[in-house]
């Protein structure tokens, strides 16, 4: 049977989700624990790859396996042989057809600043942290122009090759919670980089180097150079995906 | 001049906030950060021990020191040298009279608890995890009965000595925001562990053990074993020091 299951991790120590040479990726832990229990290695499926450093609390992987556990139970006996900084948070079974990654998906990231004269030592490992003023109010009107389908060509890490640059946003603004601002985005899609990049123009328009207008004047550029800078990766958490065909 | 310092960090990998043998705690770090700055070694006076484990918003140290840099400018000179899990919020000058234990001090503690199936791999380092149901309304309630002048006796460590274990509460309250349950705590001083054992019992509490009503009951015992346990560390952070007088 095909099992599912939704992870959380902090990133901070990880070279990534998925396994690649030369670093630990989150991958690699979680075939290790699935290994570990049902004593044979089994090849798994990520939905995202995510960055180094960069965190989840809904990212989403899928395995075959034979086996007389619950697949509800799943959950708790990976989560027995996992480190702390990784958590299944459910294991549920699907469809063998079921594919994370290739299946239409709908996709929330938050991007986190921590806007003050110092960092948190608590938080400081999930959220960026900018010492100068930011208008929150400003940033949440620029990030209403990248809703609905548009080429986000200018806000993909160059170098970066896919079929389309075209995305649909369904939701996308920025609140101030204290002294946290956080940037919400909700899409079905997301090219590559593309939260930080959109994260670090928002940050220059929060500090007034741009008005709010300036996000629909970037998107038209259709060019990575008009965007702002890839924001920090501690400052992404990947929070769901949603799966509108399962 | 005498400078004050608020402190906050990740007491994770710490033995406490006070210097101990065989162990290392924040003010070593600390210590070593002033010695750096002002090429001498000076020791601090800390208002907060804190334990093992335990996390800090706004503990206070202070020292004494001639220098021409600006009192408000030693956090930037401090946190410049100073690891990540350690940041000095704010450094100014006080009355060379100021000491931040011996002064009167209202102090405000919080204890997080997330009350879900798992922990969250984010903020695992910094709260509780509980996965059975757990009233916060009841333990709200429960948290009412210690407001007030009382003899804590029954909310301090076994072995503890103190002149008298009387104390007054000024704000107590237990809420929910989510998964996770807050128990917030503002008074004029705590017994070793009081905190700690306050939560552990309004955990039993909210879990049905016992009716909030049990509080008071336990209060009038004056006797460690009429309270629960001492809930995990982790879960604890320093929020606030505030000097009436100063």
Known sequence: MRIKLILAYDGTRYGGYQSQANTLAVQDVLEKAIEDLFHEKIRTMGASRTDTGVHAEGNVACFDVETRIAPAKIAFALNARLPEDIRVLASSEVSPD????????????????????????????????????????????????????????????????????????????????????????????????????????????????YPPEKMEEILLAKNRQAAGPTAVARGLILKQIEYPDA
């Not at 060509?153 to 601002?181: C, M, P, W």
Request: proline fraction near 3%; charged fraction near 25%.
């Open 98 to 209: 079921f594919h994370p990654r290739f299946q239409r998906t709908v996709k929330t990231y938050e991007y986190h600043i921590i806007n003050r004269t110092f960092p948190d030592p608590l938080t400081r490992n999930f959220e960026f942290h900018y010492h100068y003023a930011l208008d929150a109010a400003k940033m949440d009107a620029a990030a209403r122009f990248i809703l609905g389908e548009h080429d986000f060509a200018s806000f993909a890490a160059s170098g970066y090759s896919s079929k389309t640059t075209v995305r649909t946003i369904y939701e996308a603004r920025v609140f101030r919670e204290g002294d946290r601002i956080i940037f919400r985005v909700r899409g079905n899609g997301f090219l590559y980089n593309m939260v930080r990049i959109l994260a670090g123009t928002l940050i220059e328009i929060g500090a007034g180097k």
